[in-house]
């Protein structure tokens, strides 16, 4: 089955515990994207990646760091959590750009 | 900058009747533009998209959008909603050749039976 695979689906975690939430596609997709969703502000951009060693950065990657060392996987650093980190993060993966995004299921990021 | 505005942060419409949701955004050149549905507790699914040619674009489960350049809208129609359509929906603008993306804030829809 075609999935974007985000692990974990729910975290709680303190100020400044470095975290890592992981993502993958089984689809061969070159794009992969992560998104935070948060209440009001809709979707917004962290960081994308059109292939392997290839990421650049969205509206707001502060505070965040991506890898992309394999095609298939595609993670999320948090390296220093911070509270206004608290947020709903999707991972996504495409063909390329501009073509019909698969979303993962989400994880529920909570930094207190 | 890049920016999609939704104005309708929520609307509630009988089962049966028509839908619009709005969707304006501001950019330069002609963008690559979506529509998104997110039902509870759930990743986002599209809806429909559009790049080029026919203004009036046709999606999955009944839904359809028009692009109006003079208008910079792309507004999202259904005929005769059902209960399964309540979800939320958000519109998208993607640039750079699609790979930036920005999305507007979501409309919240709610089915009244």
């Known amino acids: 089955e075609a999935q974007v695979t985000q692990n974990p689906r729910y975290l709680i975690t303190v100020t400044g515990k470095k975290l890592t939430v992981t993502c993958s596609q089984n689809m061969n997709h070159e794009y992969m994207s992560w998104y935070r969703q948060d209440p009001g502000l809709g979707l917004r951009q962290i960081y994308y990646s059109m292939n392997v060693e290839v990421t650049d950065k969205g509206d707001v990657p502060e505070g965040y760091k991506v890898s992309r060392k394999e095609k298939r996987n595609f993670p999320l650093i948090l390296e220093s959590p911070s509270p206004n980190q608290t947020s709903l993060y999707f991972c996504?993966?495409?063909?390329?750009?501009?073509?019909?995004?698969?979303f993962g299921s989400g994880t529920q990021l909570s930094v207190l | 900058a890049q920016s999609v505005t939704q104005p309708d942060i929520h609307i509630t419409v009988s089962e049966g009747a028509s839908l619009e949701l709005r969707c304006n955004y501001s950019?330069?050149?002609?963008?690559?533009l979506f529509w998104y549905v997110q039902s509870p507790g759930q990743g986002l699914q599209l809806l429909l998209k559009?790049?080029?040619?026919?203004?009036l674009v046709q999606g999955i489960k009944g839904f359809e959008a028009e692009f109006k350049r003079s208008q910079s809208s792309f507004n999202l129609r259904k005929p005769s909603v059902h209960w399964s359509d309540a979800a939320e929906y958000f519109c998208?603008?993607?640039?750079?050749?699609?790979?930036?993306?920005?999305f507007g804030q979501g409309t919240r829809l709610t089915i009244n039976p």
């Open positions: 998208a603008v993607g640039y750079q050749g699609a790979q930036k993306l920005v």
């Open positions: 559009y790049f080029s040619g026919d203004t």
């Open positions: 950019y330069g050149a002609t963008p690559y």
């Open positions: 996504a993966s495409s063909f390329s750009g501009n073509e019909k995004l698969f």
